[in-house]
């Protein structure tokens, strides 16, 4: 997704959206119930969560002028150092772990 822009990755989703959309409105028949469920249910799943949340994930490239990071990478190394410290202090109440992240990602 980071080497793509906005329409083009919207192209290809709704290109694939297309050629699998009868896959995805499959359904099967519970014998014991007699309901039906979508059979593909998890795929149905992230599908519609990308959906959903496609006016968020090109925010990068949208408000190009802010510099915006396209990827998390820069932040995914404090959350790594913020759970390594959590779990050296295993005891904490959960008010005392929110306390906790709060002086941390405040440092």
Known sequence: MKQTDKESFVGALNLWYDKWEQFLKERTINETTHKSFYTHKKLRSAYRSIKTNLPWLFTWYDNFELKIPNTTNA??????DLKNKLR???GLSLTRKKKFIDGFLKA
Do not use: C, K, P
């Open 88 to 90: 050296n202090h295993n």
């Open 75 to 80: 932040i995914d190394g404090h959350f790594a």
